[in-house]
């Protein structure tokens, strides 16, 4: 399973909004999650958090390309964004993957924009928007209707010339769902991996995780966050999107090594 690591350009993202919101640091941040073994880095301009008010495109773009540009010599960049004018200029300063939270549905031109690049797209799962997702989320069956909307979304992005080697689905943890939502996805990865996809599961320091693991705050969560990732990873997930890679890494490859009965190395004791 392959790890993303998150590089939010923001003043105002959940966990880290602030921490790298300069240029320089958000790229040395990359460079240092690159080293920790990350194997895309997913840069974003505009914090999705629940009741996050939309970034003008100027300052969106401000904020992504010189980091893009800084860091997509080193490493597979993602760019996290709901609008087509960023993705096309993203993909021209380097980026291979836009993962857009609307799934295409936020604006018309972002499927044209990623058919016509050929790059990989990431769809993932949202009610309603960051604005208004938590207000009240409801479900009869939220893993069927999860799976339901990525199929119709798959669907339209075949229809617009987005090869399907090139599409991700994401359930969207946290994306418009309660506590209990976000348990019932992760137990139920499996259900995704069989729509012959790839995954991204996306649950990193979120806040369910602080609930379920005693009201943790945001930085005390990253043992909550490898349970999930060990959890996605056991249900086929492909990859998994995290602020913390190193021990994410980590977890993932000794947990890769016990299911493989070997690490594929030496015989030499430690």
């Known amino acids: 399973m392959k790890v993303m690591g998150i590089v939010n350009v923001t003043p105002d993202s959940f966990s880290d909004g602030g921490e790298f919101f ?10 240092r999650m690159i080293q920790e073994g990350a194997d895309v880095l997913d840069i974003g301009g505009e914090s999705t958090r629940p009741g996050a008010e939309e970034v003008p495109l100027e300052e969106e773009l401000r904020r992504v390309i010189p980091v893009i540009e ?8 993602s760019i996290d964004t709901a609008k087509a004018e ?15 939270v609307t799934a295409l549905r936020g604006d018309p031109e972002m499927a044209g924009v990623c058919a016509e690049a050929g790059v990989q797209v990431v769809l993932m799962h949202m009610l309603g928007s960051p ?17 339901e909307f990525l199929a119709v979304q798959v669907g339209v992005a075949e229809a617009a010339g987005i090869a399907r080697e090139n599409l991700w689905i994401d359930p969207g943890i946290g994306f418009g769902k309660t506590v209990d939502h976000n348990l019932e996805l992760l137990a139920d990865t499996r259900r995704f991996a069989e729509m012959n996809l790839p995954v991204l599961i996306g649950a990193s320091r979120k806040s369910f995780i602080g609930r ?35 021990p994410v890494v980590q977890a993932v490859r000794v947990a890769a090594a016990i299911e493989a009965g070997s690490a594929g190395l030496d015989a030499s004791p430690r």
């Open 70 to 77: 800084g860091l997509a010599g080193a490493a597979t960049v």
């Open 86 to 100: 960023v993705a096309r200029q993203a993909v021209a300063s380097g980026a291979k993957i836009v993962n857009d």
């Open 131 to 147: 604005r208004t997702m938590q207000d009240d989320p409801r479900y009869k069956d939220v893993v069927a209707e999860v799976a």
């Open 22 to 31: 300069d240029h320089e640091r958000a790229i040395e941040h990359g460079l």
């Open 212 to 246: 379920v693991g005693g009201d943790a705050p945001e930085s005390e969560r990253l043992g909550g966050t490898i349970a999930c990732c060990l959890a996605a990873m056991d249900g086929g997930a492909a990859m998994v999107r995290v602020h913390d890679v190193a």
